[in-house]
């Protein structure tokens, strides 16, 4: 059985993981460039005071997600985002990933997620609606700038 079809570990990375961290930084910027958690200035304070979780599979790291408490007090975790390297999307790891991802923030008492996503990305605005049972909220024009509009999602763990 091939270490894909094995399918995936999902542990919160500490500070101190250095190497990790670093894997995790490039992934983020190979997914995203100049957009998602693309350096250590960026990737770390999300790690320290929000939470990472990453994705391993057969010994290498292959992704992380990334999560951060609001101040609504109520329960709810705005879902920062997830990238996961190139050969290993399109075979349900991120799906199973975030299933379990959001597992445990729900055994932490996190009841409701909230995300922004480029409306442009297909892919995981289908994941999100379709698969894990995000719903609309909002859709906000020029968010992150001209031509750059945001849709906002939400759902109840
Ligand atoms: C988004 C991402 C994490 C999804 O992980 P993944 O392992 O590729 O997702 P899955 O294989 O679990 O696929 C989930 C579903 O989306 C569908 N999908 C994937 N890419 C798609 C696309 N471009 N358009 C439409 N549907 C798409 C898959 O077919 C699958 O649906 P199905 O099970 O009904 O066939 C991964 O592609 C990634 O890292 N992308 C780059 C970073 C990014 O865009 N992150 C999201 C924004 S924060």
């Known amino acids: 059985m091939s270490a894909i079809q094995a399918g995936i570990l999902v542990r919160e990375i500490k500070a101190h993981e250095t190497d990790v961290v670093r894997k995790l930084v490039g992934i983020e910027k ?13 990737f770390l304070p999300v790690l320290r005071y929000g939470k990472v979780l990453a994705a391993e599979t057969g010994g290498e790291f292959i992704g992380s997600a990334q ?21 290993y999307r399109g075979r349900g790891l991120g799906t199973e990933f975030l299933e379990r991802s959001f597992s445990i ?34 859709y906000v024009k020029d968010e992150y700038g001209p031509g750059e509009d945001r849709l ?3 759902r109840e763990l």
């Open 67 to 87: 999560f951060i408490r609001t101040w609504t007090g109520d329960g709810t975790a705005y879902f920062y985002g997830i990238s996961l390297l190139p050969e």
């Open 30 to 42: 190979q997914a995203f460039g100049n957009g998602g958690l693309h350096n250590e200035w960026l």
């Open 105 to 138: 923030l729900k055994d932490e008492g996190i009841i409701r997620l909230i995300l922004s996503v480029s409306p442009d990305n297909r892919g995981a605005v289908y994941l999100y609606r379709e698969k894990l049972g995000f719903w609309e909220k909002e």
């Open 152 to 154: 906002i999602m939400e």
